[in-house]
C-alpha cells in the first residue's frame, strides 16, 4: 500500500508507476477527481485525477473501489484520453465499483457556492464536490454507480434526493434548482457508456488476493488531511490513512503486507489550514519554483515549508509505515543549509535542527552510495528519526530518476522473482 505522509502532492503518482511494473493490479479506495497524479513518461506528463495511475501499464488490472466517489465525466475523459494514447486497450483492465458513490453536478454546484460564502472559514477544497458526494453516502441519500447504470432506478433515486437537494440549493444558498431532467439526461449516458466498466469489485480484489497476485493499494491525498486524524475542519472528506483501504475497497487487514508512506524531502500544502513549517519567505519561493509546486488539479500555488518530523512520526504510527520513499530530493539542492523540524514546543512552535545542504546535481543519481555526503546524511537523518526504512529516493520528475533501496513486490511473496 502506498499512502501519504503528509497534506497530499507527495509525488505518489510518481512512486505508484515505479512499482507497478511490478503489480497484477493497482486500487484506488478513497477520495476521487480532487487529487492529481502527475506521471512523467518520456518527457510527456499525463496528469489523472480519477483513474490509477497504474493505468498507463498495459496487462495491469486496475480497480476504482467502493470508497472512491466517482465523477464519471472525469472518468470518461480520462478513459478517452488513455485510448488516444492507445493504452486501456483491453476494457476488462478497469473495474468500477458498483458501490462507489457518483459525484452529481449538484455537489460540485454545493461546494463551490460553500466556499464562496464561507469568506475567511473557507477549506480552500478543489471544488469537485468530493465533501458533499460523502456527505450524501453517510446520510444514506447519494446515488452509486449501481444506479447510475440502471435508467429506471437512477430516475426514481434522483426522484427521491432532489426535492431535498434543491430545497437546500434555493433557501439556503440561493441559487436556482438543478434540473432532473437535464441530469437524468447526462448521467443515465454516462452510465451507458460506463456500464461495461462496473463490477464486483470486492470478488475481483479477493479473488487476486487468493491467487497471489501482486496489489498496489493507491492512496489519494494525504495524512495529515485525513477527516478523522488530520487537520480538520481543514481536511478532505475521506479516510485517507492505510486503514481506510480496507473499507474503502473491501478487504481485511491481514491482506496487507507493506505499508510505504511517501514523503516529500520538505513540505508542501494547497489550500487552508495550519502549517508549522510553512515558509511564507524567500524560501517557500524557492522550494515552489524549484518543485514547480503547483497544484495539478487546480493550478493553485502550493504554501512551502521544511520537512516537518513531528509530522511524519505521526503519520507513522496511524499509517503502520512499514517502508519510506522519500521525493524531490533534489529540489533542496543548492540550499547553503536546510532546517528540520523535530517536534513542536509547549506552544505548539517548530523546533528546528539545521543540517548543511549540498551543491551537487542529483539528477543522475542511482544508489545511495552515489549521493553527496550531506544528502545522504539528510537521507539517513529522516530514517534514524522515524525509525522506519527508506526503499526509495527520488531525484527528479522524470521515470527512473530514482534510487530503489528495496522493492517489496520484487518478490510475488516468497515466490520466483517477477
Ligand atoms: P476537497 O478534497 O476538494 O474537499 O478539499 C479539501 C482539502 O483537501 C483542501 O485543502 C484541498 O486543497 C485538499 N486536497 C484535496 N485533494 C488534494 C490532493 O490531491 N492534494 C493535495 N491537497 C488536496
Known amino acids: ?58 496487462g495491469v488490472k486496475c480497480l476504482i473501489g467502493n470508497g472512491v466517489v466517482l465523477d464519471p465525466e472525469v472518468c470518461i475523459e480520462e478513459v478517452n484520453l488513455l485510448k488516444s494514447k492507445g493504452l486501456l486497450k483491453n476494457d476488462s483492465n478497469l473495474v468500477i465499483s ?65 426535492l431535498q437537494k434543491n430545497s437546500y440549493i434555493e433557501k439556503v444558498l440561493g441559487h436556482e434548482p438543478v434540473s432532473l431532467d437535464e441530469i437524468f439526461k447526462k448521467y443515465s449516458e454516462f452510465g451507458s457508456v460506463l456500464k461495461k466498466y462496473a463490477k464486483d469489485a470486492v470478488d475481483i480484489l479477493n479473488d487476486a ?41 473491501g478487504v481485511g ?5 507493506h505499508v510505504m508512506g511517501i514523503a516529500k524531502a520538505y513540505t508542501t500544502r494547497v489550500g487552508s489550514g495550519p502549517f508549522p513549517t510553512e515558509q511564507d519567505n524567500e524560501i517557500g519561493e524557492r522550494l515552489r519554483k524549484n518543485g514547480g509546486e503547483f497544484g495539478a488539479t487546480t493550478g493553485r500555488p502550493r504554501r512551502c515549508g521544511w520537512l516537518d518530523l513531528a509530522l511524519l512520526k ?58 553527496p555526503p550531506n544528502a545522504k546524511k539528510y537521507i539517513e537523518f529522516m530514517e534514524k528519526s522515524l525509525g522506519v526504512k527508506v526503499a526509495l529516493v527520488s531525484v527528479g520528475p522524470e521515470r527512473g530518476s530514482d534510487v530503489i533501496v528495496q522493492n517489496p513486490l520484487w518478490r510475488k511473496f516468497g515466490e520466483t522473482q517477477h
Open 1 to 58: 500500500m502506498i499512502v501519504g505522509t503528509q497534506w497530499g502532492d507527495e509525488g505518489k503518482g510518481k512512486i505508484v508507476d515505479i512499482f507497478t511494473k511490478y503489480a497484477d493490479m493497482v486500487v484506488r479506495y478513497q477520495g476521487g477527481a480532487n487529487a492529481g497524479h502527475t506521471i512523467v513518461v518520456d518527457g510527456v506528463k499525463t496528469v489523472l485525477h480519477l483513474l490509477p495511475s497504474g493505468i498507463l501499464h498495459e
Open 98 to 162: 458498483l458501490n462507489a458513490h457518483v459525484v452529481m453536478p449538484y455537489h460540485k454546484l454545493i461546494d463551490k457556492l460553500r466556499e464562496e460564502s464561507a469568506g475567511k472559514g473557507k477549506i480552500g477544497t478543489t471544488g469537485r464536490g468530493i465533501g458533499p458526494c460523502y456527505e450524501d453516502k453517510i446520510t444514506r441519500t447519494g446515488i452509486r454507480v449501481a444506479d447510475m447504470i440502471d435508467p429506471a432506478r437512477l430516475k426514481e433515486r434522483l426522484n427521491e434526493v432532489l
Open 209 to 249: 488476493i487468493e491467487a497471489k497476485k501482486n496489489i498496489l493499494f493507491e492512496g489519494a491525498q494525504g495524512t495529515a488531511l485525513d477527516v478523522d486524524h488530520g487537520t480538520y475542519p481543514f481536511v478532505t472528506s475521506s479516510t485517507t490513512i492505510a486503514g481506510g483501504a480496507c473499507s474503502g475497497s
Open 253 to 257: 487487514p491481514t491482506a496487507i503486507k
Open 314 to 371: 505521526r503519520s507513522k504510527v496511524l499509517n503502520g509505515l512499514t517502508l519510506l520513499a522519500i521525493t524531490k530530493l533534489d529540489v533542496l539542492t543548492g540550499f547553503e543549509k536546510i532546517k528540520v523540524c523535530t517536534e513542536y514546543d509547549a506552544k505548539g512552535d517548530p523546533v528546528y535542527i539545521e543540517l548543511d545542504g549540498w551543491q551537487e546535481d542529483l539528477s543522475r543519481v542511482r544508489s545511495m552510495d552515489e549521493l
